[in-house]
């Protein structure tokens, strides 16, 4: 999905094609999905996200289908700016709000895949350790303590930050699932780790090939 | 035409990493006296005098703040 | 509400033709008598204030060159006979163009924004990236890259932790959000920069060869369209007096004090742009810059069919109260200026609708030869083109070889005390790599998005940035695959060298910028340059600028490489006190396959550490001579270009043919900073002997230049000494690689642990800035 | 121990892209009558009653806002 200001749609679109699916660029515009599988929310600023990142994203056109649905078990993954649009979407619980240490921050982060049985992460072995690039200045996961306890009780956080926590999400968390687990929200950024290349390690590419798995399957 | 300002505050129990480093920086500064500091958003907004409560009400609540982690007042 | 007339005290010709004599404001413009004089000649009666503000902002400095002209035009007496072909477009236009092959050509241009970064740190910053970004976007290129090269005063000066933070935040803040992967730049620290800190930052951009936009209005009867953001009252302090002089005694509404950049807007802007170019819809463009309007709509008309008729009344304004000479004059960012055709209008408007983008028809392009701008209805403008945008005046300014200079090249600093033993060699060693100039530059670095667009192959702390050259059109044409093709761009300066030799010192910048780019493996192909100095009017300064551009001019002359565009920064001083002379130099290299790049990292056991070149007893300009002893004098190292060109050919051939896991050039603080650097990157540690007949101190801290330091895998030593030999490069077996309890250890001296190493190295900018 | 609030805007000559940027989701909100957004920014300090307005000034002009661009009120 490509908002005014997405950033990392082109990336998305490279994992998805290096996974082995056929990647069909979407525009916020645009009131249908044509018929899509599942749906990458990237990177960016949507919107220039100056108000609270996703804040206005969350009322683009496209977001109606992409709502329904996911309500209806399509899988979608909103990777950092798309996880804060999953949040005001209220697809998932809590919010991110600015780094504790207040600045930018890019760097490799290795993370502990905490459930390895989503749509998005079942390549992945469970507890399994990943180095993805994390790039955020508002990446701090923040939710009341029954909403995290709730997370934590149905096995709904996905990943966690290892090494401290970066950017001062609560319980370190860095990715979370809705209850049925077809919706899933990431900082960090997999499709940045799909190459040798380009990338710190091939780690992200598993959240793309775990999808398009899960959906021959069916 | 009217001036409406609605002002919106992080909820309480949400950590607020902006107004910790004001907090900090006034330590440096040697200024005293400062116990606490909470950062939020002022908003200013001009209104045709048609627009009623209930819209503006609808509007901060799902635009201007998003009231999972904050609340907001409207000054009209 | 009372709406005004928006036409009252609004200079127009008639009333100039009317009132000869009358007085106006030009000296507070900056128009000297003689420039008055001049405009009124070329008009044949006085300006109106509107013509007055466009003559006053198109021959100041910034615009003219008028200081800088009579010796940039060096660059293009001087292209290098290899480079004549593959240079697309030279200076002048917004940015060079050079071919790279398979139908693909670069554009890429540094440019500074100092003085607003000052001011306001954090927007000045800013919007100075967003500048250059149009300048590379207006060539027809999708922006891929930047850089930025910042300066500031002492690292622990109170006003270098107000300015640099918000430089570092502003830069990362518009990058990050127009999606440009920062690959490389350069954070140094002099007392001289505390006033007048120097943020320069690079863009490169990629197109294909035959689709260059140029910014001129051909083609009779087609619109002038003003896209982008509205225009407000930014950047126009001189113009108040203008507005001032024209509403009377009635004071102007306030303007602003600084410029707030909007990314968003700009990112919107980009893609709006790359889908007119795709479809083929301008016949000219330019970008607002410094000038605004002024200088879109001269140079436009200057460079095309000859004429412009321009409604300027129709320009969407962020702010009412603004008079004709203000909108003129401003700055406001993210705006561009395209000519297009009557039956493309359409089309172009409605892709400017799909983006939300504002877009307004100001004017028509005729073959009067005039530009002629009206007001509600009265023509307030009425001027030959050519004479704003080409023909502003051209200073000699006289020059004169400072008298302290020889004092200061005299003083060879030969009695500064030098490290004696082993223990004062590792208490120098970690003095230095502490060092801000030499510290662990993550703390402005991870701010940066490095990663964005995923093609991002080396950036910092390697030697250069590299990227592939890889698009979506790019793989669409090529059933999907990615390109294999890369760029690689290094941004380098120094002003110590520079103070000391004008001309070595660019010439040092140069070398060093070219160097770093063929430690990657690229091919060093083209140059950009942004020239910070002093006052113009200091005959000491015009003779550091003369000098250090003919130095620059003769070096690309001598590596063959062509300089393709860059920026002046003049008037950069506090007081009487010039900053350090210092010309930043980006060098371009291209590379055909990407996975061949050689990286920094020391990694891996039993590789042999081979130094390439020459290393002498020279440490004029040195950092070990400004850490330790806070002391300037001497002469910078010797320059060799040739030797410079030799030391490329061998690290290029050894990447291409595998012979090398890993190469990191000499630069600042020598040898040592060189190990530091490669084995933090790569977690190994290596053990150094000495060589017969250097002294330790000498071969770990001078900063001789044509100096590299490769890892060689001891199944290709042969080839590669052999490689060495034939070719007559210097080439000495240092040391070997280490992987257990890995550490620097220079045999018979000192040894430090990485971990040891790794804490001084990074503890440094966090401990500073937080 | 006093409740005292600074809110902080831009300059009215600023340009103010967060204002724009709501302005424009308004529209497609589909919520009329709202001429004009400006965002700004809104501290709730607790401070002891000793803390003199000469400081709380100082405070707000040096941390609080950015005299350059930023204009600030003070509700004690
Ligand atoms: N302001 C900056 N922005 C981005 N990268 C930077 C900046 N300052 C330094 N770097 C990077 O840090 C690394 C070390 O810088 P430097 O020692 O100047 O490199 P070199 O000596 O090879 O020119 C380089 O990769 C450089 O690109
Ligand atoms: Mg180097």
């Known amino acids: 999905m490509t908002f005014p200001g997405s950033l990392d749609d082109q990336d998305a679109l490279r994992a998805v094609r290096l996974a082995g699916a056929e990647p069909v660029p979407l525009w916020h515009g645009d009131k249908w999905l044509s018929d899509v599988q599942a749906v990458v929310l990237p990177g960016g600023f949507s919107y220039g996200d100056y108000l609270r990142c996703g804040a206005i994203a969350r009322f683009a056109p496209a977001m109606e289908s992409i709502i329904d649905g996911a309500r209806h078990g399509m899988p979608v993954l909103g990777i950092c700016n798309g996880f804060q649009v999953l949040c005001e979407a209220h697809l998932l619980p809590g919010a991110l709000i600015r780094n504790k240490e207040r600045k930018f921050v890019c760097r490799d982060q290795r993370l502990r895949i905490e459930r390895a049985d989503t749509v998005w992460t079942s390549d992945f072995e469970q507890g399994q350790q990943v180095v993805i690039p994390l790039k955020n200045g508002e990446g701090g996961y923040v939710a009341d303590e029954r909403t995290l306890d709730e997370l934590e009780g149905q096995g709904r956080v996905v990943a966690r930050y290892l090494d401290g926590d970066p950017n001062g999400s609560y319980r370190g968390i860095a990715g979370i699932s809705n209850v049925a687990g077809n919706v899933v929200g990431l900082m960090p950024h997999p499709e940045h780790a799909v190459e040798d290349l380009t990338g710190p390690s091939t780690d992200g590419l598993s959240f793309f090939t775990s999808v398009l798995k899960s959906l021959v399957a069916v | 035409m009217a001036r409406v300002v609605v002002d919106v505050v992080m909820k309480p129990e949400i950590l607020d990493p902006q107004g910790q480093a004001i907090l900090g920086a006034l330590g440096r500064l040697g200024i005293e006296g400062v116990t606490s500091v909470r950062q939020g958003k002022h908003f200013e907004l001009d209104v045709e005098d048609g627009l009623d409560d209930q819209t503006l009400t609808t509007l901060a609540d799902t635009l201007l703040a998003n009231p999972v982690i904050e609340d907001f007042t409207i000054h009209r | ?770």
């Not at chain 3, 006053?56 to 006979?81: D, N, R, T």
């Not at chain 3, 932790?161 to 518009?174: H, M, Q, T």
């Not at chain 3, 863009?203 to 509205?230: M, P, Y």
């Not at chain 3, 120098?428 to 030499?438: D, E, K």
């Open chain 3, 1 to 770: 509400m009372t709406t005004i007339d928006r036409r009252l005290g609004v200079d127009t010709v008639e009333a100039a033709g009317q009132t000869p004599d009358q007085a106006q404001p030009y000296r507070e413009l900056g128009v000297a008598d003689d420039e008055y004089a001049r405009i009124k000649e070329i008009l044949g009666r006085r300006p109106t204030s509107s013509e007055l503000a466009m003559y006053s902002v198109m021959w100041s400095e910034h615009c003219s060159y008028k200081s800088s002209k009579v010796h940039l035009k060096q660059f293009g007496q001087k292209v290098p006979a290899e480079a004549k072909d593959i240079l697309l477009v030279g200076m002048g236009e917004n940015a060079g163009v050079v071919d790279i092959g398979g139908g693909l050509a670069v554009t890429f241009k540094i440019e500074s924004h100092n003085h607003p970064s000052y001011v306001e740190p954090h927007q000045g910053a800013a919007t100075g990236v967003g500048g250059i970004v149009r300048d590379i976007l207006t060539m027809g290129a999708r922006p891929v890259a930047v850089m930025d090269a910042i300066r500031f005063g002492a690292a622990d000066a109170p006003d270098t932790a107000r300015v640099l933070p918000g430089v570092v935040s502003g830069i990362g803040g518009y990058g990050n959000c127009l999606g440009l992967p920062n690959i490389g730049g350069e954070l140094v620290f002099d007392p001289s920069y505390l006033g007048n800190p120097l943020v320069n930052a690079l863009c490169v951009g990629v197109l294909r060869a035959d689709e260059i936009k140029l910014a001129k209005a051909d083609g009779l009867g087609s619109k002038v369209v003003l896209f982008g953001a509205r225009t407000g009252g930014d950047g126009i302090g001189g113009a108040s007096v203008l507005a001032s002089a024209t509403f009377d005694d009635t004071k102007p509404a306030k303007r602003p004090a600084a410029q707030v950049g909007d990314p968003f807007a700009e990112k919107v802007l980009i893609e709006c742009c790359l889908e007119i170019f795709a479809a083929d819809l301008v016949t000219g463009i330019q970008d607002l810059g410094a000038a605004g309007l002024s200088c879109a709509t001269t140079e436009l008309a200057a460079a095309g069919t000859g004429g412009m008729d321009v409604d300027l009344d129709l320009a969407p304004l962020r702010d009412e109260t603004l008079v004709p000479e203000e909108i003129l004059m401003s700055e406001s960012q993210e705006r561009m200026m395209a000519v297009v055709t009557p039956e493309n209008l359409d089309a172009f408007l409605s892709i400017c609708a799909k983006w939300d983008v504002n877009a307004t028809v100001l004017g028509t392009v005729n073959d009067s030869g005039r530009l002629v701008m009206r007001w509600h209805g009265d023509v307030i403008v009425d001027v030959p083109p050519r004479t704003l945008a080409h023909e502003g005046p051209v200073y000699e300014r006289p020059i004169q070889r400072p008298a302290d200079q020889d004092e200061l090249i005299a003083d060879t600093g030969q009695q500064l005390p030098r490290p004696e033993d082993g223990d004062e060699l590792r208490a120098t060693a970690l003095r230095l790599i502490a060092s801000p100039n030499l510290a662990d530059k993550t703390w402005v670095t991870d701010q940066y998005d490095r990663y964005v667009l995923g093609n991002t192959v080396l950036a910092q702390p390697e030697d250069a940035g590299l990227i592939r050259v890889s698009d979506e059109r790019w793989r669409a044409e090529h059933g999907g695959a990615e390109s294999t093709a890369g760029l690689a761009l290094s941004v380098d300066g120094n002003g110590r060298y520079t103070r000391l030799d004008p001309y070595a010192g660019a010439q040092l910048a140069l070398a060093e910028a070219y160097r770093n780019v063929a430690t990657t493996g690229a091919r060093p192909l083209a140059v950009t340059n942004c020239l910070n100095f002093g006052s113009p009017e200091d005959p000491g300064v015009m003779w550091q600028f003369a000098e250090a551009v003919r130095g620059l001019a003769d070096g690309c002359q001598q590596l063959g490489i062509p300089v393709t565009g860059g920026n002046v920064s003049f008037y950069n001083q506090t007081g009487a006190t010039p900053i350090l002379p210092t010309p930043v130099i980006g060098v371009l290299g291209v590379i055909d396959d990407v996975a061949r790049r050689t990286p920094m990292a020391l990694r891996g056991d039993g590789a042999q550490l081979y130094l390439l070149g020459d290393t002498r007893d020279e440490f004029g300009g040195s950092e070990w001579a400004h850490t330790e002893h806070g002391f300037l004098g001497g002469t910078p190292p010797k320059v060799d270009l040739e030797r410079e060109r030799l030391l490329a050919d061998i690290l290029i051939n050894a990447s291409r043919d595998g012979l090398i896991d890993a190469a990191h050039d000499l630069s600042d603080g020598g040898l040592f900073t060189t190990l530091a650097e490669a084995c933090l990157r790569g977690g190994a540690g290596v053990r150094v002997v000495v060589p017969e007949g250097i002294d330790p101190f000498v071969l770990l801290f001078s900063e001789s230049a044509g100096r590299a330091v490769v890892a060689v895998p001891r199944s290709e030593e042969i080839r590669f000494t052999d490689m060495c030999t034939a070719r007559g490069l210097p080439a000495a077996r240092i040391g070997v690689l280490d992987v257990l309890e890995p550490a620097i250890e220079v045999q018979d001296q000192f040894r430090i642990p990485l971990a040891e190493l790794r804490t001084a190295w990074s503890s440094t900018l966090p401990a500073l800035f937080g």
